[in-house]
């Protein structure tokens, strides 16, 4: 389960990526635990047998399986949960905080790619590189750290087939079996080495394999055996252990090994991403500052926030309106909460399997396992052989054949790892640009002799201000919660993009340049000035401004039965007098009211 960001956030709630990583790292673990138990006892027994020091050599291989065994069971249960914590994945570019303006690193190629629609690729070079993706041409769409992988794997593989065609040739040149046992010797150990050493940096290493390295290969190759015979006299004798014969088991298993990565990586590899992208273009003209644009375009990314998760921000900048007239520029670049793609919401032993991205990732730990066993089996005959009493110094095969084995099985589990941490998601992108001139200008509304009520207001009058809209929905890859995310498609969003142009286009010419009172004691205030203004300015009673405004007047504190005449005459309109049966302008009866 991921991150719970709240209650109701239950989109980031995803499935642990590595649960079928964790299996074999587990059954990996419970091999070398049980085989490191298995000859600790077996190093016991040869203690009470009394065989001398060759005791001690059990004792060191149960400890050595042992502690591997609780490794790979320490990297298992370090990844039984897996969290997408506040702010992971990582963003595209640099986030700015709530109330900081600008952009930061990252923001100038983000905005690049989305102005263009085009996602930019680091292009390939040598000529290893040039034959890969000659061989393999859709490998130039896949994510940049899937063609380092790639890349590194067509190295190795070509580099061990390099070696174990050195080692077939240099065999047919051998003159003696001592010569014949450090050859085996050396091409056994720059193997290891081989499998090794690209781990060592993780999934950007590489093994290279240039044209002065493949000259030094074909090289060795050749002479490798004139060389070994040369100095073979000031050499120790190995007693008999000929590794010849396991260095090539070992490349051919090696062989293998990069194949199966290799297909595993070319599987992860999908059709040519669609890189559009929907812009809208609109010119606006406002009587307002033009940072109200960004005042509603805020209002509106916080509605469309994911999970009530705040968006990602990129790239902020304000209009400034400094002095009587000027240009301005402001823009806003958010993305939404990065959210995992619907095929990542299944991960298990049968989804693995039917998947062509996990089935082979799914073998190639099956073989970490596999080359985990073969070695365990070949360090328990060896302090099998040791407790029995049988010190030959050929029993050091044994230990030879099993780091061979070990090695394999280092490089497939960690290998696949890179691959298991793969993460793709789905995200909305939105930038807004907006470029204009402006003008201060000063209004008044209201005749200055006949109207009573007049307003006036400083506006900033925009004309013909370009707006610019750009939406998309972004597939975005990462490999693993700390490292860097690519965007790896794009897809215009052209009705989205063409509704936020016409709301912020409607806000803007809604923008009022009038001033007006909205507030109801205002609104009470002015209405009984209307009221007075009616009486030219003569005082009133307070029953006959309310009455002027359209209220009831109060009730009196004693109502009485007679009936009391109207505030102002019916027949001309003006004021009567308190207790008058007729109007003293016309003469009109109140009496009847």
Same mark, same amino acid.
């Given at each position: 389960?991921?991150?719970?960001?709240?209650?109701?956030?239950?989109?980031?709630?995803?499935?642990?990526?590595?649960?079928?990583?964790?299996?074999?790292?587990?059954?990996?673990?419970?091999?070398?635990?049980?085989?490191?138990?298995?000859?600790?006892?077996?190093?016991?027994?040869?203690?009470?047998?009394?065989?001398?020091?060759?005791?001690l050599a059990p004792i060191i291989v149960g400890?050595?399986?042992?502690?591997?065994?609780?490794?790979?069971?320490?990297?298992?249960?370090?990844?039984?949960?897996?969290?997408?914590?506040?702010?992971?994945?990582?963003?595209?570019?640099?986030?700015?905080?709530?109330?900081?303006?600008?952009?930061?690193?990252?923001?100038?190629?983000?905005?690049?790619?989305?102005?263009?629609?085009?996602?930019?690729?680091?292009?390939? /070079?040598?000529?290893?590189?040039?034959? %890969?993706?000659? $061989? +393999?041409?859709?490998? @130039?769409? !896949? #994510?940049?750290? *899937?063609?380092?992988?790639?890349?590194?794997?067509?190295?190795?593989?070509?580099?061990?087939?390099?070696?174990?065609?050195?080692?077939?040739?240099?065999?047919?040149?051998?003159?003696?079996?001592?010569?014949?046992?450090?050859?085996?010797?050396?091409?056994?150990?720059?193997?290891?080495?081989?499998?090794?050493?690209?781990?060592?940096?993780?999934?950007?290493?590489? /093994?290279?394999?240039?044209?002065?390295? %493949?000259?030094? $290969? +074909?090289?060795?190759? @050749?002479? !490798? #055996?004139?060389? *070994?015979?040369?100095?073979?006299?000031?050499?120790?004798?190995?007693?008999?252990?000929?590794?010849?014969?396991?260095?090539?088991?070992?490349?051919?298993?090696?062989?293998?090994?990069?194949?199966?990565?290799?297909?595993?990586?070319?599987?992860?590899?999908?059709?040519?991403?669609?890189?559009?992208?929907?812009?809208?273009?609109?010119?606006?003209?406002?009587?307002?500052?033009?940072?109200?644009?960004?005042?509603?375009?805020?209002?509106?990314?916080?509605?469309?926030?994911?999970?009530?998760?705040?968006?990602?921000?990129?790239?902020?900048?304000?209009?400034?309106?400094?002095?009587?007239?000027?240009?301005?520029?402001?823009?806003?670049?958010?993305?939404?909460?990065?959210?995992?793609?619907?095929?990542?919401?299944?991960?298990?032993?049968?989804?693995?399997?039917?998947?062509?991205?996990?089935?082979?990732?799914?073998?190639?730990?099956?073989?970490?396992?596999?080359?985990?066993?073969?070695?365990?089996?070949?360090?328990?005959?060896?302090?099998?052989?040791?407790?029995?009493?049988?010190?030959?110094?050929?029993?050091?095969?044994?230990?030879?054949?099993?780091?061979?084995?070990?090695?394999?099985?280092?490089?497939?589990?960690?290998?696949?790892?890179?691959?298991?941490?793969?993460?793709?998601?789905?995200?909305?992108?939105?930038?807004?640009?907006?470029?204009?001139?402006?003008?201060?200008?000063?209004?008044?509304?209201?005749?200055?002799?006949?109207?009573?009520?007049?307003?006036?207001?400083?506006?900033?009058?925009?004309?013909?201000?370009?707006?610019?809209?750009?939406?998309?929905?972004?597939?975005?890859?990462?490999?693993?919660?700390?490292?860097?995310?690519?965007?790896v498609g794009l897809r215009g969003l052209t009705?989205?993009?063409?509704?936020?142009?016409?709301?912020?286009?409607?806000?803007?010419?809604?923008?009022?340049?009038?001033?007006?009172?909205?507030?109801?004691?205002?609104?009470?205030?002015?209405?009984?000035?209307?009221?007075?203004?009616?009486?030219?300015?003569?005082?009133?009673?307070?029953?006959?401004?309310?009455?002027?405004?359209?209220?009831?007047?109060?009730?009196?504190?004693?109502?009485?039965?007679?009936?009391?005449?109207?505030?102002?005459?019916?027949?001309?309109?003006?004021?009567?007098?308190?207790?008058?049966?007729?109007?003293?302008?016309?003469?009109?009866?109140?009496?009847?009211?």
């Amino acid at each position: 389960m991921a991150y719970e960001y709240g209650s109701s956030a239950k989109g980031l709630d995803f499935p642990n990526p590595f649960r079928v990583e964790n299996v074999f790292r587990f059954i990996a673990a419970a091999i070398l635990i049980g085989g490191g138990l298995i000859a600790l006892f077996q190093g016991r027994a040869g203690l009470y047998a009394h065989i001398g020091g060759w005791a001690l050599a059990p004792i060191i291989v149960g400890v050595a399986m042992f502690a591997a065994g609780i490794q790979h069971a320490a990297v298992g249960l370090s990844r039984l949960r897996f969290f997408f914590g506040r702010g992971k994945p990582a963003g595209l570019a640099g986030e700015l905080a709530d109330a900081q303006l600008g952009e930061l690193a990252g923001a100038v190629a983000l905005k690049s790619t989305i102005r263009g629609g085009a996602i930019s690729v680091d292009e390939p /070079t040598g000529a290893l590189n040039g034959l %890969l993706y000659s $061989l +393999v041409r859709s490998l @130039i769409w !896949a #994510p940049q750290r *899937i063609q380092w992988v790639a890349q590194r794997l067509f190295r190795t593989g070509l580099t061990l087939a390099v070696v174990l065609l050195g080692l077939l040739v240099s065999l047919l040149g051998v003159l003696s079996e001592k010569d014949m046992a450090w050859l085996g010797l050396f091409f056994f150990i720059y193997t290891a080495a081989l499998l090794l050493k690209p781990l060592e940096s993780g999934s950007q290493a590489s /093994t290279h394999l240039g044209s002065a390295g %493949l000259i030094v $290969l +074909v090289l060795v190759a @050749i002479l !490798a #055996p004139v060389l *070994i015979h040369t100095i073979s006299p000031a050499l120790p004798n190995l007693g008999g252990i000929d590794l010849s014969g396991q260095a090539l088991f070992l490349l051919l298993c090696a062989l293998i090994s990069v194949l199966v990565f290799f297909v595993a990586v070319l599987r992860q590899m999908v059709a040519p991403p669609q890189t559009t992208m929907a812009c809208e273009l609109a010119t606006v003209s406002m009587n307002a500052p033009p940072n109200q644009i960004l005042v509603e375009l805020d209002r509106e990314m916080q509605r469309n926030w994911i999970e009530q998760i705040p968006n990602r921000r990129y790239a902020r900048y304000v209009p400034q309106t400094v002095g009587d007239n000027g240009t301005f520029h402001g823009e806003l670049l958010e993305e939404t909460q990065p959210m995992p793609r619907e095929d990542m919401r299944t991960v298990s032993f049968s989804h693995a399997l039917a998947e062509p991205r996990y089935r082979w990732l799914t073998v190639l730990s099956a073989l970490g396992v596999l080359y985990t066993v073969a070695g365990s089996i070949a360090l328990l005959l060896f302090t099998h052989q040791v407790t029995m009493g049988e010190l030959a110094p050929t029993l050091w095969k044994y230990v030879c054949y099993a780091g061979g084995m070990f090695s394999l099985a280092l490089f497939c589990l960690r290998a696949g790892h890179i691959l298991w941490a793969r993460f793709d998601f789905v995200s909305l992108m939105t930038w807004v640009e907006i470029d204009g001139s402006f003008q201060r200008a000063h209004t008044a509304v209201g005749a200055p002799f006949t109207d009573r009520v007049r307003t006036e207001k400083d506006i900033v009058s925009v004309n013909d201000m370009t707006l610019r809209v750009w939406v998309a929905e972004v597939d975005s890859v990462t490999f693993g919660s700390e490292s860097e995310r690519r965007i790896v498609g794009l897809r215009g969003l052209t009705d989205r993009a063409s509704a936020l142009r016409k709301q912020l286009e409607n806000f803007a010419a809604d923008q009022s340049s009038v001033d007006m009172p909205t507030s109801r004691r205002d609104v009470e205030k002015i209405a009984a000035l209307g009221a007075m203004n009616q009486f030219g300015g003569r005082p009133a009673s307070p029953d006959a401004l309310l009455k002027a405004m359209g209220g009831a007047p109060a009730p009196t504190s004693a109502p009485t039965d007679a009936p009391k005449p109207p505030a102002f005459c019916p027949h001309c309109g003006v004021a009567t007098s308190v207790g008058a049966r007729f109007c003293a302008s016309c003469g009109h009866s109140l009496g009847a009211m």
